[in-house]
């Protein structure tokens, strides 16, 4: 084993020990307890063996983080970089990636044959492989594991999850021989405090010794203004507190961006930093805005000088940097930020406080999950600089101190499968792969292995239902079978009925003075037979009758919701196949597939990474873009990669040629949803040309100043809607069969685009 100049954990010495015996690994341990070692041990054995190493990772952010990393550690001709925009050294020993881009390279498209790409690669360290849950992207990390070459050794790092030995044994059933490290151990412990607000002045500590709630605890008290719910904000007071107890620095997670920006503004009077440390602010500042003018009239400097900063989504990339670099330092003591942060970013705190344990999504209130507190809450404690981290929960309104306690103390939740077929996945499978050989690999997903414990409740319930059905097995007296039982029924409602009539008839006829006609004789003959009839069946007079006919009906009920059951899990087990073959129906129908390989169109569409390849590809091949100036190009591509908005915001008026190419896109949109609809396809198509008019301004040279003034939102949100437009037009350039005027007129765009701030991660 390689040595390090420290001790290693337990569990690092497990992982590096089934690394050197050539298995694969998946290692399952809390933020901040020492995973990236394990990939170390890797990297300094293909170091020694003159074989490669590709570490990949979720964020561009996070990889150009590790590229600098390992390049000060290794040596800069040692280590490449590849991420959707910059590829550095592509042929190093060491090459730092997006997951994305991995799982590209293994299909073998834009990137070269497959056997080029992983030529000499003998480790792959998948790091933050939990991000598997990710709604968007989690079937990236699934396609990676399942194309993976069987003689590379994955190395996947992953933070706390429940169910880690399913995925180990997933692993290890579509990959090659694979081992479980699994710690809890955390080199720095955490210990819990309640900010209550009727005691204000101190911090209680959430657990009693004996791992309980503190009954010492009160549950925020509602208040009402003007019949509206009114939250008061105690950030001061808990901030007050943490400074008081030497807790400091925080990162303090709020969820909205809004309120980081407001909680930031509310302690700048809190004196957190000494006269000494704002002078080493000031300076680091100016030093920075020399290299980044643009930051020169930002409006949060002068709460970076009180040493309080926000930190979120809607913030300037190279503004988050300065932020993160000052944090470092000690020189920041509070930031506010949103849970974007817990996602990997080198930020390492001695406190984190928690500002509510339920959060607002598109369909009201609900809980933290325990995976999303534990990747927060282990953001405290810094390994070698703190005895403990500290965690605080600020008591609100919407959350019981029980439900805080219940949360801090469950267990983190299970990974779920994401697999989802898309057009581009279709027809890369198809490219190289027969149907049959696509189905197996479909069937590989960690979904489809998984649908074991997804199918749970059903056959649970299933098995309830046999089991009622076993149990209400009905044994007669008098040796009736159920049709016999029917067979009373029946002559017994025929009876009741006619009885009824019969009587009614009479009641007629003596109102009228009127003898009975021969007809009624007759069928009150008929109607008293069917009595003696029913009288010859013991079920007349059997005390278990009723119990009879309702285990009957009961049973019935059962047996069908069995079969919906039945139909239910066909549909489970299957899903992912039948996504695959309604997107396979869709392509056909466009003329993208041809006996089952892709047409020349197929292959263009196959390169292609979006949220609707085949909406971009359709667009591409209508021709309606060649006509168009680079600015123009971006602002119709702008308005095809840009989500619906969670706020309203007024569009603002763009050229003349993109409002005609957008209505002539609508057209293609609505044929693409037609047979889209008819296979029951769901994949977006988007037409939202909120930031064209930016996106145009700015590709005409305007200033940033001017950029940003123009709409009420955040320059995080603008400078993402411009990278987005970037990545497809990148695309155009590298893809087969795209007409050569578009290309140029994709790289002229990018060339203007790509400029400060924008060009910065």
Not at 371 to 383: H, I, K, P
Request: proline share 4%; hydrophobic share 35%.
């Amino acid at each position: 084993m390689f040595e390090f100049p420290f001790e290693l954990d337990e569990f690092q010495k497990d992982a590096c020990n089934f690394i050197s015996e050539g298995k694969s690994v998946v290692v399952c341990a809390p933020t901040g307890a020492g995973k990236t070692v394990i990939a170390q041990h890797a990297i300094h054995r293909a170091l020694d063996e003159g074989k490669r190493v590709f570490y990949t990772t979720p964020l561009k952010a996070l990889s150009n983080q590790k590229f600098y990393d390992f390049g000060e550690k290794y040596g800069p001709d040692k280590v490449g970089l590849l991420t959707g925009d910059t590829s550095i050294n592509r042929n190093a020993q060491i090459v730092v990636m997006t997951t994305e881009v991995f799982r590209n390279m293994l299909y073998g498209t834009n990137f070269g044959a497959v056997a080029d790409n992983m030529k000499d690669v003998k480790y792959v360290v998948l790091d933050e492989v939990h991000y598997m849950n990710d709604e968007q992207r989690g079937t990236v990390w699934e396609e990676s594991i399942i194309y993976c070459p069987t003689n590379v050794q994955i190395i996947a790092l992953s933070a706390t999850v429940a169910n880690s030995d399913e995925l180990t044994a997933w692993i290890n059933t579509v990959h090659s021989k694979t081992e479980l490290v699994n710690t809890d151990f955390r080199p720095v412990p955490l210990r819990f405090f309640y900010f209550d607000s009727s005691q204000p002045t101190k911090l209680l500590p959430l657990l009693t010794p004996s791992g309980v709630l503190n009954n010492r605890i009160k549950p925020e008290k509602r208040q009402f203004a003007h019949g509206k719910m009114k939250q008061k904000t105690y950030v001061k007071e808990v901030v007050r507190n943490l400074q008081a107890q030497d807790m400091l620095p925080a990162i303090y997670f709020t969820f909205s961006r809004r309120k980081c920006d407001e909680q930031m503004e509310k302690c700048a009077g809190l004196e957190l930093v000494t006269p000494g440390e704002r002078a080493q602010i000031r300076q680091f500042i100016d030093d920075y805005i020399a290299e980044n003018p643009y930051l020169y009239n930002n409006k949060h400097i002068e709460y970076l000088l009180c040493g309080v900063a926000s930190h979120h989504a809607g913030l300037l990339p190279s503004w988050k940097i300065l932020v993160e670099k000052l944090f470092q330092k000690g020189l920041i003591k509070v930031v506010f930020a949103t849970e974007t942060l817990a996602a990997g970013i080198n930020m390492p705190a001695r406190s984190t406080v928690i500002s509510s344990t339920s959060k607002r999504t598109d369909s009201g209130h609900r809980m933290l999950t325990a995976s999303e507190f534990l990747q927060m809450s282990g953001r405290a404690g810094r390994r070698g600089m703190d005895e403990v981290g500290f965690v605080t929960i600020v008591g609100t309104p919407f959350q019981s101190p029980e439900e805080v306690a219940e949360l801090v103390l469950s267990d983190a939740n299970p990974l779920e499968s994401r697999f989802s077929p898309s057009y581009s996945m279709v027809l890369n499978l198809l490219q190289r792969f027969s149907l049959d050989e696509a189905k197996e690999l479909i069937l590989k997903s960690f979904g489809y292995f998984s649908s074991g414990s997804r199918l749970q409740p059903i056959l649970k319930q299933m098995e309830m239902n046999d089991r009622e059905i076993a149990e209400r097995n009905f044994v007669c007296p008098h040796k009736y079978s159920d049709s016999e039982l029917f067979e009373y029924d029946k002559i017994r409602h025929i009876y009741v009925q006619n009885r009824q009539t019969y009587k009614k008839i009479c009641k007629q006829e003596k109102a009228k003075n009127r003898p009975l006609s021969e007809e009624a004789i007759q069928f009150g003959r008929e109607t008293k037979a069917m009595l003696a009839k029913m009288h010859d069946f013991h079920c007349d007079n059997c005390k278990l009758y009723k119990k009879h006919a309702k285990n009957i009906e009961v049973i019935e009920r059962l047996n069908v919701r069995q079969k919906k059951l039945e139909k239910e899990i066909e549909r489970q087990r299957d899903i992912f196949w039948n996504k695959f073959l309604a997107h396979r129906s869709v392509l056909m129908e466009f003329g993208y597939l041809k006996d089952d390989y892709p047409t020349a169109r197929g292959i263009t569409t196959s390169q292609i990474r979006s949220e609707n390849e085949l909406y971009i590809s359709e667009i591409i091949f209508s021709g309606i873009l060649e006509k168009l100036t680079p600015s123009q190009l971006a602002g119709v591509i702008c308005a095809l990669t840009t989500e619906e908005l969670r706020i309203e915001i007024p569009y603002i008026p763009f050229s003349e040629p993109v409002r005609k190419t957008l209505n002539l896109i609508r057209n293609i949109k609505r044929k693409i949803e037609k047979v889209q609809n008819n296979y029951q396809v769901e994949a977006p198509l988007y037409i939202n040309p909120y930031f064209s008019s930016l996106i145009e301004l700015w590709v005409e040279g305007a200033e940033w100043e001017s950029i940003c003034g123009q709409i009420d939102i955040g320059e995080g949100d603008i400078v993402r809607a411009f990278k987005r437009v970037v990545d497809v037009l990148r695309q155009f350039t590298t893809i087969e069969n795209v007409p050569e005027a578009l290309v140029f007129t994709a790289r002229e765009a990018i060339e203007k685009i790509q400029r400060e701030p924008v060009d910065l991660d």
